[in-house]
Nanobody, 122 residues
Framework: LQLEESGGGLVQPGGSLRLACTVS????????VGWFREAPGRGRELISC???????YYQDPENSRFTTSVHQPGNTVYLQMNSLNPEDTGTYIC?????????????????WGKGSLVTVSS
């Protein structure tokens, strides 16, 4: 099981990025995949959890700027981020945990990717 993030970089405020988490070695049929963010002074935060059955949980449902989707044949989970602001700066990490339901937790995932740095700055 391996997870690899891609798509990060420098973006101006108001811009968009789409991050990809490619999962290899296992099928997403058996794992929940979470997107997390690490930022200085804020620790690691859950953004979303893609469950085995395809449902998606958002930690902040009021934040419509971030959308998670999945391309099942490619075993890839995406995080679309729009209207980015400097407070969104951080390292975005995907992680997987075997099981059903909304089981993405900051300290309970089975495997973590290395993360992709997103910097929002003018």
């Amino acid at each position: 099981l391996q997870l690899e993030e891609s798509g990060g970089g420098l973006v101006q405020p108001g811009g968009s990025l789409r991050l990809a988490c490619t999962v290899s070695g296992v099928s997403l049929d058996y794992y929940a995949v979470g997107w997390f963010r690490e930022a200085p002074g804020r620790g690691r935060e859950l953004i979303s959890c893609l469950m085995r059955d395809g449902q998606i949980y958002y930690q902040d449902p009021e934040n419509s700027r971030f959308t998670t989707s999945v391309h099942q044949p490619g075993n890839t989970v995406y995080l679309q981020m729009n209207s980015l602001n400097p407070e969104d700066t951080g390292t975005y990490i995907c992680a997987a945990r075997m099981g059903s339901g909304n089981i993405c937790r900051t300290h309970a995932m089975d495997l973590w990717g290395k993360g992709s740095l997103v910097t929002v700055s003018s």
